[in-house]
């Protein structure tokens, strides 16, 4: 299983980015997939997930600005980055939920990640 990342680059703030993780390799099913990140110095922080079912859960520094979708078909989540502030800029990891057999409980997989700069 590898997970792909993209989208990440530099942009002004009150921009916006759409970041791209798509999944490949053997998959049985895709059950929960996310988006955190990390800014210099600080730890790694939840920015949205969203189930199987597409019910989706921001942090509240991203709530009304981001929005977290996927597409079973193309087994893709994207990150859409409206209004973004310079303490937006992080590196985005994505982080997916992956059975990869009937005999197996989902599995947390992770993007290499990708780095989102706000500046001016």
């Known amino acids: 299983v590898q997970l792909q990342a993209s989208g990440g680059g530099l942009v002004q703030p009150g921009g916006s980015l759409r970041l791209s993780c798509t999944v490949s390799?053997?998959?049985?099913?895709?059950?929960?997939m996310g988006w955190y990140r990390q800014a210099p110095g600080k730890q790694r922080e939840l920015v949205a997930t969203?189930?199987?079912?597409?019910?989706?859960n921001y942090a509240d520094s991203v709530k009304g600005r981001f929005t977290i979708s996927r597409d079973d078909v193309k087994n893709t989540v994207y990150l859409q980055m409206n209004s973004l502030k310079p303490e937006d800029t992080a590196v985005y990891y994505c982080?997916?939920?992956?059975?990869?057999?009937?005999?197996?409980?989902?599995?947390?997989?992770w993007g290499q990640g990708t780095l989102v700069t706000v500046s001016s």
């Open positions: 390799g053997s998959i049985l099913l895709i059950n929960g």
């Open positions: 982080n997916v939920a992956i059975r990869t057999s009937p005999f197996l409980g989902p599995r947390d997989y």
């Open positions: 969203i189930t199987a079912d597409s019910r989706s």
